[in-house]
């Protein structure tokens, strides 16, 4: 730990540290100083396959073939699962270990590309829907609901968003409903069977409020909702943000097509 990466590790956070480790595969189990050391030599061994590379093509392609040779995804998915549950609250931190670092600040582009990383790591399809799996992404989905749409301090109204007394004039013309579908099942959400109130579409699109599936009770909003062209039929990237504009599909068959 007395060199340049134990220096570097020491000065950073434990929840950085543990980012860092679980950006690299590695396990975070342990007390602070063993995962400190655990990242240490992460780092180290970075550079020394580095250095090798730089030093000899025959050797960079070698190594090029033992990257290839782990598993795509080989992190420790208890680890990961204990790492988003332990740390249920902390938003930022959570869409972090997805290796991609963000903060509360950080901009939805930004924010969307951790969630899809770290949301398809943990998806209960790919661990036999395990209790932990569909914890973690139950977790994972809030806190991207939560950092997209914050709350308005001292309540639970998400902020930004408008109040009930104001009135728009924007006509609806040419506009059609999206449809929506569970992120963790899959199956289409909004209808009439499960009792939801006539604004409920409305509610969720503008990021107002977040629902629960009726088949496998995800509780889901607009930023994690699956939202489907009501044309091409092919999944799109939505924000609340586009509630009240025309916008078009970005799929190129269907660039032409308006939707609501």
Same mark, same amino acid.
């Given at each position: 730990m007395n060199d340049e990466f134990g220096a570097q590790v020491k000065a950073m956070k434990p929840k950085d540290i543990r980012?860092?480790?679980?950006?690299d595969n590695l396990s975070i189990i342990g007390d602070v100083g063993e995962l400190r050391k655990r990242l240490a030599d992460s780092l180290r061994s970075k550079a020394v396959k580095t250095a090798g590379k730089a030093s000899t093509n025959s050797g960079g392609k070698e $190594? #090029?073939?033992?990257?290839?040779? @782990?598993? *795509?995804?080989?992190?420790?998915s208890a680890a990961l699962f204990e790492a988003i549950t332990s740390n249920e609250g902390e938003n930022a931190f959570i869409l972090s270990l997805s290796g991609k670092k963000v903060n509360a600040d950080s901009g939805k582009g930004d924010l969307r590309k951790a969630y899809l990383l770290l949301s398809s790591r943990v998806h209960p399809d790919k661990h036999s829907n395990s209790k932990e799996s569909v914890e973690a992404f139950q977790i994972v989905l809030s806190a991207y609901e939560l950092l997209c749409n914050p709350p308005?301090?001292?309540?639970?109204?998400p902020a930004?968003?408008?109040?009930?007394?104001?009135?728009?004039?924007?006509? $609806? #013309?040419?506009?059609?409903?999206? @449809?929506? *579908?569970?992120?963790?099942?899959?199956k289409v959400w909004g209808d009439a069977v499960l009792g939801l109130e006539d604004a409920s579409y409305n509610f969720l699109m503008q990021g107002v409020k977040t629902y629960l599936c009726g088949i496998?009770?995800?509780?889901?909003?607009?930023?994690?909702?699956?939202?489907?062209?009501?044309?091409?039929?092919?999944?799109?990237?939505?924000?609340?943000e586009d509630y009240h504009r025309k916008i078009v599909c970005g799929n190129e068959v269907c660039m032409t097509h308006v939707i609501y």
């Open positions: 980012t860092g480790l679980i950006s $190594n #090029e073939k033992a990257d290839e040779k @782990k598993p *795509a995804g080989g992190f420790d308005e301090e001292g309540g639970d109204q930004g968003k408008r109040k009930k007394t104001e009135r728009f004039t924007r006509g $609806n #013309e040419g506009c059609h409903k999206t @449809k929506i *579908a569970c992120p963790q099942c899959k496998c009770f995800c509780e889901f909003g607009c930023m994690t909702a699956i939202h489907y062209c009501p044309f091409c039929r092919k999944p799109f990237n939505y924000d609340p």
